[in-house]
């Protein structure tokens, strides 16, 4: 326990970096983070157990920050722990730099998670204390860290918010204690200008423990998180009353304090005095970027308590991997986070079937044989059937994290959250699945997983119109190509940010799952059909090996007069079509394409080789035309889909939209006339 003068001190030591960054940048937000300050400082000199010399020791606790405008307060923070140095927070928001606007995940640093996104960053902490009960069931104490999460209000208002609190409180998730930084103030406006709710009532009401502490009283934010610590089978929901800009002070020296205006403008701009409010705070405006001697010596004492604590849990660690040498060895394996080594040929796959029931047949194979993967789903189990999974496993519940299945409710958005936070803790492969159209509840998440390179799998079933009578709010059109685009956009390591695969048949399916467990460096997601599948001329596991090239030639006549491609059930349409034409002498070339964007990411010789230039090339899609328009090119032909879909069995759509056959005959016979 510190002096209190001291850590009042430390926090406005944070506060004076946070409000220097800011005002350097000529950008940022500094009321936030001058407001959040005592806590973290609180936090990190006092509770966050971690070792600053292995900052990726797995059995860490972990701090997700949700408000990702708060950066210089995390920054300053990470400063004061020695993880940034303060020409690093000069650079705040640089090009180049290690602190740009909105934080991105490197936990080297302390970074657990990117946040910006308001609501995504405390739905992740869930996801990472599931994932810590899921692996404290196979390594016991080495699993014992707690998951802090930071929030505010935005946080609390965002719809994310719900789920997150609905299932840490169904779970009894009594390893997450969040606090939620309440000033009162938002962006554009107070709080009480948008919600009168009670917020201790909504989360008690969750199954929350909450208790409030004035948030900038470090006696009462450490009993706080005393109590916050001792709770057993439920969450904590600390309420902080913080002081938005606290310290800021005007040019005659008057408060300013509490006011929107600090939370996204420097202080010299927004009304208030940078020089007078650092010098209110203790600092030099003339140099502001400094640690204290006295915060440098509290967080060089910190760092030798972190020391005497790890060394023992090292000690306790290497005692109990002496005792369970194969947990020991599975422990390392699973946060090295490599692909599990599987015999995939093994699958048994029943012929003809939808590419959602061949998906359920890999899930069981996975379900025996992965013991770290967590499948979840948003109340569709049994349609999306990653009931393949679950009937091999059993539902994680409160008091019993020792199945593998998360029953996530319909709360999509959340599920994808909570299955990043579960790949930002490690040690798990987590996977989720819904239906394809409902992927735009989670396209925020799908962005984010993609800009921090978690290899979450998102399982997205009824991937098209032949969903038939539920009706165009069932039927993904668009959603194939907004999902593509993300295979356009590359990642800070220059990879496509997102591996997209929709299989053509079942063994394209198994496939598609061995590409999507050894993509072990960005999401992957399965668009699979719903209705049952022909299987593809000669298919077998070798042939659909070829899926890793992200298109193949699945059959050839000769020098073919046309080549004929698309993705998913398309596939075996075309194949229905390419019979007719060759009754007419027409030589064909039947090419699967599962991703474009891997396709685009082999040699330019590869991909010659199965799109040879001068041989016109027609295209069928059951999304927009777009999906094949950089495959089939100016000089070919595409059949796609141009409106939301209409209700009908399916069969009759695909007879009314032109997805047979024939009417593949058809368009080819015009486009070679
Ligand atoms: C999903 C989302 N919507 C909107 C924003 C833009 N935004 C950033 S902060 C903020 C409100 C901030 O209020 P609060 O969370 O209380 O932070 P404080 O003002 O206390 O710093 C908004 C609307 C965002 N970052 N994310």
Redesign the pocket.
């Known amino acids: 326990m510190n002096n209190t003068a001291l850590l009042n001190n430390a926090a406005d030591n944070i506060r004076i970096l946070a409000a220097s960054m800011v005002e350097k940048a000529k950008s940022g937000?500094p009321?936030?983070a001058m407001g959040g300050a005592d806590f973290v400082n609180l936090l990190f000199s006092e509770f966050l157990v971690y070792d600053p010399k292995n900052m990726k020791w797995e059995g860490r606790d972990r701090f997700f920050l949700d408000?990702g405008?708060?950066s210089p307060m995390l920054y300053s923070q990470l400063a004061l722990a020695g993880k940034f140095s303060m020409d690093e927070l000069k650079q705040f928001r640089q090009w180049d730099s290690p602190t740009p606007g909105h934080p991105e995940v490197d936990p080297a640093r302390g970074i657990e998670n990117t946040s910006?996104?308001?609501?995504q960053g405390h739905t992740y902490a869930v996801g990472a204390a599931i994932a810590a009960k899921f692996l404290k069931t196979k390594f016991g104490e080495q699993m014992n860290q707690t998951i802090y999460a930071y929030i505010?209000?935005?946080?609390v208002q965002?719809e994310i918010s719900q789920g997150a609190g609905r299932l840490a409180g169904h779970l009894g998730l009594d390893n997450l204690i969040m606090f939620y930084?309440s000033?009162d103030?938002?962006?554009s406006t107070e709080t009480s200008a948008v919600t009168s709710e009670n917020t201790a009532a909504k989360y008690k009401a969750w199954g929350w423990e909450v208790l409030e502490a004035a948030g900038s009283n470090v006696e009462q934010l450490r009993d706080a998180l005393k109590k916050a610590q001792a709770v057993q089978g439920k969450p904590t929901l600390i309420i902080g009353k913080t002081i938005?800009g606290k310290g800021a002070v005007t040019a005659d020296g008057s408060s300013f304090e509490k006011k929107c205006a600090t939370?996204g403008m420097p202080l010299s701009e927004c009304g208030a005095s940078f020089e007078k409010s650092i010098a209110n705070l203790g600092g030099n405006p003339e140099n502001p970027f400094v640690i204290f001697p006295e915060v440098a010596e509290l967080y060089a004492k910190r760092a030798s308590e972190l020391e005497v604590i790890v060394t023992k849990r090292y000690a306790a660690k290497a005692e109990w991997a002496a005792k369970n040498p194969e947990a020991a060895a599975k422990m390392k394996a699973w946060f090295a986070g490599a692909a599990p080594k599987l015999d995939w040929a093994s699958i048994e796959q029943k012929s003809g079937q939808a590419t959602r029931a061949a998906s359920a047949t890999v899930l069981g194979f996975l379900a025996k044989n992965v013991e770290n993967m967590i499948v979840a789903s948003a109340d569709l189990s049994n349609s999306d059937k990653t009931d393949g999974f679950l009937k091999n496993t059993k539902a994680i519940a409160k008091d019993d994290f020792s199945g593998a299945f998360l029953q996530a409710g319909v709360a999509e958005l959340t599920m994808a959250c909570v299955c990043i936070g579960m790949g930002l803790h490690g040690g798990v492969i987590a996977a989720c699945g819904t239906f394809f159209v409902f992927s735009d509840y989670m396209k925020p998440a799908v962005r984010m997983a993609a800009l921090m390179g978690v290899p979450v799998k998102f399982i997205w079933t009824h991937d098209a119109f032949r969903v038939g009578e539920d009706g165009p709010t069932h039927e993904p059109v668009e959603q194939e190509a907004q999902i593509r685009l993300m295979e356009k956009l590359k990642n800070h390591h220059g990879q496509n940010s997102m591996l997209v695969l929709r299989p053509a048949d079942v063994q394209e399916t198994t496939v598609a799952y061995q590409l999507a467990l050894e993509n072990i460096s960005t999401p992957t997601a399965f668009i699979l059909s719903r209705q049952n599948i022909v299987d593809l001329p000669g298919t077998s596991y070798a042939q659909a090996s070829k899926v890793a090239q992200g298109a193949y030639v699945v059959e050839c006549d000769g020098n073919p007069d046309i080549v004929l491609l698309a993705s998913g059930s398309e596939v075996a349409t075309l194949v229905e079509g390419a019979a007719l034409l060759r009754k007419d002498g027409i030589k064909v070339r039947i090419v699967s394409v599962p991703s474009e964007g891997l396709f685009r990411s082999q040699s330019a010789d590869y991909q010659v080789s199965i799109l040879p230039a001068g041989v016109k090339r027609f295209g069928m899609t059951a999304g927009l035309p777009v999906n094949l328009l950089g495959l089939v090119g100016e000089n070919g032909s595409i059949w796609g889909l141009e409106s939301f879909g209409f209700s009908a069995p399916y069969k009759v759509l695909d007879e009314k939209l032109g997805f047979t056959g024939v009417n593949v005959y058809n368009q080819v016979k015009a486009l070679l006339k």
């Open positions: 937000h009321g936030g408000p405008h708060m910006g996104p308001l609501g505010s209000d935005g946080g965002e930084d000033n103030i938002q962006l938005m939370h």
